[in-house]
């Protein structure tokens, strides 16, 4: 049983052509389609031109830019009973999401995490297929991709205002692995690192911050020049840059930072180590949280810490 990895992330956006145009022009991303939903409204779904599933993001027009839910995909079928089980021994509130009720996947479960973001496991998710195909696919896409154009959504990073007690019900509750943690001096954990099934240092990070709060998603790059290109394409467009690009001391991971035109934070990365399932957890001190954070600057920037959506 257990967790594989980050299948989508749902958000609201006050202007969804203007977020449309900015993931489908800047980004890079495609547009699956856009409908308008009985319960949700004016809806959009997009994935990366390598991902296999029908979407890895969701947007939905709202006058409040947020995130709606976060959602992760398990191994096998009857993990969603397995954790519905687990979840409700450790007093969370679990719903099911019948077949039919979302679009692009089947059942799934429901519950708030401890740091109040709304979470989702689900099994059956729509297999629509990479742009390449499965019959002498070529191992790039079409050159003509506008933007950025991300082969996969990677991780994504929450706020918790107790970062403890959200990294102990992702390890022990759905049994994500911690790669890397930053302790304040008290020996409390500031931020941490965790991965599914994946090999990857991180599918989700947990940071200090409000509870409920998204800080950002990042799309995967093949290549460290492919951050270059992004950010001259960032630039290009009038895109406002937060960070990078640079590298992080955790993850060891090439990054650059920069907002969506409706402010929700965006990253791509690249790099970063290959990680075994018995790996020891690599520790950072408060003291040089900076070169965590951003190696060459080794700066703990304060914009960069306490906005999110
Ligand atoms: C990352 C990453 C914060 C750390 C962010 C780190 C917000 O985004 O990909 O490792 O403290
Ligand atoms: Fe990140």
């Known amino acids: 049983m257990g967790i594989l990895r980050l299948a989508h992330i749902d958000v609201r956006t006050p202007d969804l052509d203007l977020a449309t145009a900015y993931y489908t ?25 390598d991902e296999e599933d029908h979407h890895s993001l969701r947007m939905r027009y709202n006058p409040r830019t ?19 089980k687990k979840l409700a021994d450790y007093g969370a509130q679990v719903s099911r999401v019948s077949k039919g009720e979302a679009v692009g996947q089947g059942e799934s479960i429901r519950f708030e995490v401890p740091s109040g973001q709304i979470m ?12 390449l195909g499965k019959h002498n696919p070529a191992p790039v896409p079409p050159p003509d991709l506008p933007g950025i154009a991300p082969p996969r959504m990677d991780h994504m990073l929450v706020n918790a205002e107790e970062v403890g007690e959200a990294a102990r019900f992702f390890q022990d509750v759905l049994g994500l692995r911690l790669t890397e943690q930053v302790l304040d001096g008290n020996g409390h954990q500031m931020g941490v690192w965790l991965a599914g099934r ?3 240092p991180h599918d989700i990070a947990i940071v200090n911050g409000p509870n409920g709060a998204l800080h950002h998603w990042a799309y995967w790059l093949d290549d460290w020049d492919h ?24 993850t060891r991971g090439n990054t650059i930072y920069f907002f969506d035109p409706l402010g929700i934070r965006n990253e791509v990365f690249t790099g970063g180590y290959w990680v075994d399932p018995d790996q ?6 408060e003291q040089e949280f ?5 190696y060459y600057e080794n700066i703990v920037s304060q914009r960069f810490l306490r906005m999110h959506t």
């Open 198 to 200: 994946t090999n990857s």
């Open 227 to 250: 951050i270059r290109k992004a950010a001259d394409t960032l630039a290009y467009n009038g895109v406002q840059i937060d960070q990078g690009p640079t590298r992080h001391g955790v």
């Open 25 to 49: 022009e800047v980004m890079g991303l495609q547009q699956v389609q856009r409908t308008v939903d009985p319960e949700l409204g004016d809806t959009v779904y997009f994935k990366c031109w």
């Open 120 to 131: 989702e496991l689900v099994w059956d998710v729509e297999k629509t297929g990479n742009v």
């Open 290 to 294: 900076g070169k965590g954070l951003f």
């Open 66 to 84: 947020g995130m709606d839910s976060f959602t992760f995909r398990v191994e096998h079928e009857d993990d969603l009973h397995d954790f519905e």
């Open 280 to 285: 020891e957890i690599i520790t950072w001190t």
